[in-house]
């Protein structure tokens, strides 16, 4: 072969890039062993910001590119492999993930079909989560990018049943359909249903009760009245796991709903629904085996490197009929490379999928899922443990109960007014997070502006929570001295 027929986008020295790689694996590891040495996040300096460089136009050694990452990415990336990461809801990665990324790599595996080993591991980890949920083994499934997208396949199942197999050539205009989630349900279910094009109306947000679940009685009452009303209700989506306070909704009430109605049950379970990793946990979740179909997350809960999530969806059949096309489901032809059908695409739109199952498929084999939920046990632990804490400290007010791993308190001082409690806490959050100290996030409960601490953090120990309930009253303090007397206080 002469050199003109070599690839051009090979190494052309592989002794030297295998070290280049090897070293390129050390930064790696050295990154993910020491991230908790330096600040869980700084403001970013601009040179991180910068995007107007022009297009490269010849390249440069991977040697300097690896570097280019060191220096611009590496010291200012979000914190969430830092022990002191509580903001939203983001997994916190294992080493271990380093390594099956790197296979991924390798392997560059399609995932939208075709015959190949990378299809059968993303099956077997299908089966396995139907195993974990008590669904039927051979259930409907597919791996997705997140609960978002999964929650959105579930619900284009659910129309399906609804509407009938001609909505596929028909859509929705038609047909008066609305469904129902509690007033504390993500946003994703909202575009979700925006993206069926049924308009964000046609979604009903239900009252919570005091533990922020949904009120089951207003929710079948809801149902009644648009039933009255000549509407169709189609779908019910319960949260496992509420995003502002951890709530987990009664899915055995609302599957009895469900059935009453013919309503589908969609269960956002994006991080609550892997608590059935825990044996102590898992009775929370009784009635999720019933469900109609369950989106959940990998990448958070479980600290798969993102993006990996799943969807699960009890009938197969409903699933595919939703799906499938004729050109790839009935081909027919089961043998050769264009065998193994029915494909991940006939479950889903994606044709080109990379291998987001081999993630969770190696961590599972790695760690056992009993460990992996003694690590969501342990964070459940340590909420509950900062609530008490909060409770018991008379500059901290707790603001919800702690139902799983989620903690909302506020800091209060005497003499000042709500609104501005509101804006000192919000401050305080912005403080905590630009020094370093911690990144919690903030939300919003009726209308009071709350710390919220959501533990989904395999590195995070008692001391940094402690380190965070000291830090507070030392912070509200300054802010209030800094602000003047607390009338004239202003951050905005
Ligand atoms: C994160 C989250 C989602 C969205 O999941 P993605 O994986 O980010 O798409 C949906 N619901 C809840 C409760 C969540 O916490």
Not at 278 to 300: N, V, Y
Not at 417 to 442: K, T, W, Y
């Amino acid at each position: 072969m002469g050199d003109s027929e070599k690839s051009l986008l090979e190494p052309a020295d592989w002794d030297a890039f295998r070290k280049e790689a090897h070293r390129a694996l050390d930064v790696a590891l050295d990154f993910s062993r020491d991230r908790a040495e330096r600040a869980v996040w700084t403001p970013l300096p601009e040179h991180a910001r910068t995007v107007d460089e022009p297009l490269p136009r010849g390249g440069e050694s991977l040697q300097e590119v690896v570097g280019e990452v060191e220096r611009r990415v590496l010291p200012h990336t979000l914190g969430n492999t830092h022990p002191r990461f509580w903001g939203w809801v983001n997994g916190s990665g294992t080493p271990s993930g380093i390594v099956s990324q790197l296979l991924t790599g390798a392997i560059n595996a399609n995932l939208g079909g075709r015959d190949h080993s990378p299809i059968y591991i993303e099956r077997q980890l299908i089966r396995w989560m139907c195993e974990l949920f008590d669904f039927p083994l051979d259930a409907g499934g597919l791996i997705c990018t997140g609960t978002s997208t999964a929650t959105l396949y579930g619900l284009a199942v659910a129309r399906h049943r609804a509407l009938g197999a001609a909505s596929r050539q028909q859509g929705n205009s038609q047909s008066p359909l609305v469904a129902y989630c509690s007033a504390q349900a993500h946003v994703s279910v909202s575009k979700a249903v925006e993206l069926m094009g049924l308009g964000s109306d046609a979604l009903r947000p239900v009252p919570v009760l005091d533990d922020f679940s949904i009120d089951c009685s207003a929710l079948a009452d809801q149902i009644a009245a648009d039933v009255e009303a000549g509407l169709q209700p189609f779908a019910v989506i319960s949260s496992v796991g509420s995003v502002n306070t951890g709530a987990i909704d009664d899915l055995q009430q609302v599957n009895a709903i469900c059935e009453q109605y013919r309503c589908w049950h969609h269960v956002d379970g994006a991080f609550g629904a892997l608590i059935s990793l825990s044996e102590t946990l898992r009775p929370r979740l009784a009635g999720i085996e019933k469900a109609d179909s369950l989106a959940f997350d990998f990448h958070k809960w479980m600290h798969v490197t993102y993006s990996s999530a799943c969807l699960l969806v009890r009938d197969r059949e409903e699933h595919l009929a939703t799906f499938a096309t004729a050109h790839s489901y009935l081909r027919g032809e089961q043998r050769g490379v264009a065998g193994g059908a029915p494909w991940p695409n006939d479950f889903g739109i994606d044709l080109s999928r990379g291998f987001a199952a081999l993630g969770p498929w190696m961590l599972l084999r790695e760690m056992g899922s009993e460990r992996l939920g003694l690590a969501i046990e342990r964070n459940c632990e340590q909420a509950a443990w900062l609530g008490r804490t909060v409770d018991e400290h008379p500059q901290l007010e707790l603001l919800a109960p702690v139902s799983l791993n989620i903690v909302c308190f506020r800091y209060v001082a005497s003499g000042v007014s709500e609104e501005q409690l509101n804006r000192l806490n919000r401050h305080l959050v912005v403080e905590l997070q630009c020094r370093g100290i911690a990144v919690p996030s903030f939300t919003e409960l009726h209308g009071t502006t709350a710390i919220r601490v959501c533990i989904a953090n395999h590195r995070t120990a008692e001391a940094d929570l402690q380190a965070l309930v000291d830090a507070v009253p030392l912070l509200g303090e300054e802010l209030l001295r800094a602000g003047g007397e607390p009338d004239d206080f202003a951050v905005d």
